[in-house]
Nanobody, 120 residues
Framework: VQLQASGGGLVQPGGSLRLSCAAS????????MGWYRQAPGEQRDLVAA???????NYADSVKGRFTISRDNAKNTVYLQMNSLKPEDTAVYYC???????????????WGQGTQVTVSS
């Protein structure tokens, strides 16, 4: 099982980006999925999370600007980021709780990270 993140890049303040993270491999089901970010010299913090049923929660710093969603048929989670600020600059990591098939066990996985830079 692996998570493949994409969609990062350089954007001007006030701009938008959409991150995607697709899970692949021997997957039976996916529970919670989320996005974290880590700026240089800082800890990795939760940005947004979504349950298998679609319930969401966000860090206070991104509420009203970021939207997390998922496509269960594609085993993919998205993060739509609008009104980006320089302080949003970080490496963004996706995370998922995945039940692997044969045998059925729950594991936590991380994607490889994608750089988001907000700068003029």
């Amino acid at each position: 099982v692996q998570l493949q993140a994409s969609g990062g890049g350089l954007v001007q303040p006030g701009g938008s980006l959409r991150l995607s993270c697709a899970a692949s491999g021997s997957i039976f089901s996916i529970n919670n999925m989320g996005w974290y970010r880590q700026a240089p010299g800082e800890q990795r913090d939760l940005v947004a999370a979504i349950t298998s049923g679609g319930s969401t929660n966000y860090a206070d710093s991104v509420k009203g600007r970021f939207t997390i969603s998922r496509d269960n048929a594609k085993n993919t989670v998205y993060l739509q980021m609008n009104s980006l600020k320089p302080e949003d600059t970080a490496v963004y990591y996706c995370n998922a709780d995945i039940v692997r098939s044969g045998p059925y066990r729950l594991y936590n996985y991380w994607g490889q990270g994608t750089q988001v830079t907000v700068s003029s």
